[in-house]
């Protein structure tokens, strides 16, 4: 169906013509901007730091990075990963296509393994882009990747949830719906990510089609493509063109794609051919060793440095071989395992100092950087999942992280997307967001005018400046209770994960899909079900 190209100009291009331009404006949540949603709503979101009626754009720091390597560490690790690059070498595995490109490159292969020179890697990686734009179908929520910016995207990937009525089981297609519409809601959440939990009701060869669906029709935020077979990205590819133009798609980044190393120093070829379709079409991938310290690398933090360094040198760099130009982000997912158990640990300091260096040798590749989020081991909403998550998305922020997987909902180690720990982590990540603000020096926020007005021995409660600044002075919590004992016992003494789940009940009860323009829904609809009846069901 023809239909004009992709504008990221027009604020309502991909949106529906309902009679006049005020009816096409939404407030972020999906709710048109009228009466009591468009404008006490919205106020009271400002006063509290969150709510489904106020949208934040990413996040533009102004507070600096904190930085644990100085210049012979970071050197250090620098030589001694071209070292692995050369003497150890990365293997590419069952992807003929790959070590011909490298061996065209001037690499030594041998079999399945690459032998690097010195350099190589990092003179291909010269092409990169260090910052990028991931263009959303609503332009007011388009993100940059990369710089001083950091973008928060929900957990990726989990095969299980914690459902509202306190069930823990497999997810369904409902629940990855329910967690993009709640991403989409979530005034700190940026981009409505990818696998927000693992459909397993529907066959595993077509459930990315769904996915990919829920995320261009239940939200207007950026998102990501599958990466669990070539042509599931392929998929992908496709369907943002539907929506965005051909055109467009080839000039620009609408997707962004997480391909995991094979750790320790492998690729394999369903991360390779993913990698090669989203190169191609000059989308953006996320080169992300997957460590478990003490099992997939050495045990030491220099030691897990060198080798996530190596990997992402090979794995960003073949992006290059691909398509010059292609963007590509130094991505690490970095955990401690329990040296008892086996099991992996979150929260601790060993991977936080992997995320500080990793951040740091991200910035002198030119590079930018994808890591940590809210993560945790807890199997439910608990201390354990606060304490834990609150430490990770720590040093996720002062790590200068460009892009943030698992921001809100992870549980379990990664294995349970939790409706309540959703709404929990967006509270703190609104948080997150007010603290990368930094100090307000302006006129406004030195305050001189108040200290002036009040003097010695009385107090600035009933000062004009407190007058007008009180509704957006103090971040609210959505989900803390900060009354009295007394008030709390009178209403229910109600734990945070029950307020969160009230507050998960209500959003959803709310939700109000963003218009989208029928001709591109009915294309995008036609080609899934068309893709859907090429193929019977594989649940393998």
Known sequence: MARPAYDPSQPNMGLRRRGT?????????GRRGRGERGGAAARRAARTGGGAGLQLTYIKREVPVYNVLNEEGLALIEANADTVLEETGIEFRDDAE????????????????????KGLPRSLL???????TQHARNPARSVQIGGDATVFAPVYGPPFVRDLDGNRRY???????????????????????GTVCEPVDVPVNK???????????????PFMGSVTAPERAEDSV??????????????NTVLINLINANSPMVFDETMLGAAKVYARANQATIITPFILAGAMSPVTVAGTLTQVLAEVLAGAAFTQLIRPGAPVLFGTFASSISMQSGAPTFGTPEPSLVSYGAGQLARRLGLPFRTGGSLCASKIPDAQAAYESANTLNSTMLAGTNFVLHAAGWLEGGLASCYEKFMMDIDQLGMAQRFAAGVDLSENGQAMDAIREVGPGSHFLGCAHTQANFQSAFYRSTVADNNSFEQWQAEGQQRVETRANAL??????????????????????????RKKESMPDAFT
Do not use: C
Not at 100 to 112: F, N, S, T
Not at 207 to 221: E, G, N, P, Y
Not at 238 to 251: C, R, S
């Open 126 to 132: 010269k092409t990169a882009p260090s910052v990028f």
């Open 171 to 193: 997810a369904t297609i409902e629940d990855f719906r329910n967690f993009v519409k709640l991403a989409y809601m979530a005034p700190s959440i940026h981009h409505s990510g």
């Open 504 to 529: 998960a009940r209500n959003w959803l009860d709310s939700y109000e899909a963003p218009p989208l323009d029928p001709g591109i829904r009915d294309g995008l609809n036609d080609f899934v079900a």
């Open 207 to 221: 459930r990315h089609l769904d996915m990919v669906l829920a995320h261009i029709t239940l939200s207007d935020k």
């Open 98 to 117: 790959a070590l011909a490109l490298w061996k065209d490159a001037g690499a030594d292969v041998r079999g399945e393994r690459v032998h690097f020179p």
């Open 21 to 29: 331009a005020m009816e096409d404006q939404t407030d972020g949540g």
């Open 238 to 251: 496709a369907m943002a063109k539907i929506l965005f133009g051909d055109e467009f798609v080839d000039q």
